[in-house]
């Protein structure tokens, strides 16, 4: 679908009851270009907004600028809050902010102090990240956001040191094929972490529940069955997430190890790793978030 479509507030120009046009909605959501939008483009893009809103638009107005000003609004002004998101905590800087963190995971030869470090630093960023983009509609309070954390931090922790000590106990298992295992440790421990993290900051919402709209985006009620079907979407999404960023990776980098070449250029190994990341990065987001209806 192209931007030609006649535009409508709040709407996508990408049919949202289907996988591929949730999929190609969340790619223009995660486009790290409106990253570098200036404060008075904002500004124009709302007041556009506004002005159609009110009906008071100028007939030279194009659907495209109309849908352009919505994708930028979107990508920067909380919906519930109207409050700007801080540049690294927004969808679209996901990827280019968190790209180097999973790079950091991912590098071979792992200390005690660069296990935790990375996997702290990601789960740092992941909860700004989920708290940013939060559902605001009913509060979430500094206790929830800290019970998250903590329990992502510590799970995610807990099992990266606990998988590399029992790889490193085992005595059947080669050098080659102990450090090949180490390179997946990751994604368990990170999966989890993600999975614990939901769970922890938004279990008070199971109690509380979140409003529902109808077709016209009017709030109808608030809803705990709606709160249970978000979180377990949201956490299914979270554990598939990085499967692809973390798995991807180190069975190409394997593969590209075992030719004659690439070893003999060991100064390539951080720049390939950095791009397998992000191109897996770009991908498994979208696709992601796109497994169910918003």
């Known amino acids: 679908m192209s931007a030609d479509k006649p535009f409508t507030l709040g709407s996508s120009k990408y049919n949202q009851d289907t996988f591929t046009g949730r999929f190609q909605h ?3 959501v995660i486009d790290p270009r409106t990253l570098l939008t200036s404060d008075q483009q904002l500004q124009d893009s709302i007041k556009l907004l506004k002005s159609y809103q009110d009906g008071t638009i100028s007939p030279t107005v194009t659907n495209s600028e109309l849908w352009k000003a919505q994708k930028i609004k979107q990508a920067i002004i909380h919906p519930d809050t109207d409050e700007k998101i801080m540049m690294p905590f927004r969808m679209s800087g996901f990827v280019p902010f968190g790209t180097p963190i999973v790079v950091g995971l991912l590098l071979p030869n ?11 630093l990601n789960q740092s960023h992941n909860a700004c990240v989920n708290y940013s983009n939060r559902n605001a509609t009913q509060n979430t309070s500094m206790t929830d956001f800290i019970s998250g954390y903590t329990g992502a931090v510590t799970s995610a922790v807990g099992i990266a040191l606990g998988l590399n000590a029992l790889i490193k106990r085992s005595t059947k298992l080669s050098p080659i094929t102990r450090s090949l295992i180490q390179r997946f440790v990751p994604f368990p421990a990170v999966a989890t972490a993600s999975v614990c993290n939901v769970v922890l ?5 199971l109690n509380t529940g979140i409003e529902v709209t109808d077709s016209n985006n009017q709030v109808v009620g608030v809803s705990k069955l709606a709160a249970k079907k978000a979180l377990v979407e949201t956490a299914m999404t979270r554990a598939f997430l990085p499967a692809p960023i973390l798995l991807i990776p180190p069975v190409v980098m394997t593969m590209l190890e075992r030719t004659k070449w690439f070893p003999r250029y060991p100064r390539f190994n951080l720049p390939m790793q950095a791009f397998l990341v992000t191109a897996s990065f770009g991908l498994a987001l979208p696709l992601a978030i796109a497994l169910f209806p918003q």
């Open 110 to 120: 792992q200390t005690l102090v660069s296990t935790v470090f990375w996997q702290w």
């Open 201 to 205: 900051m938004r279990h008070s919402e």
């Open 26 to 28: 969340f790619l223009d």
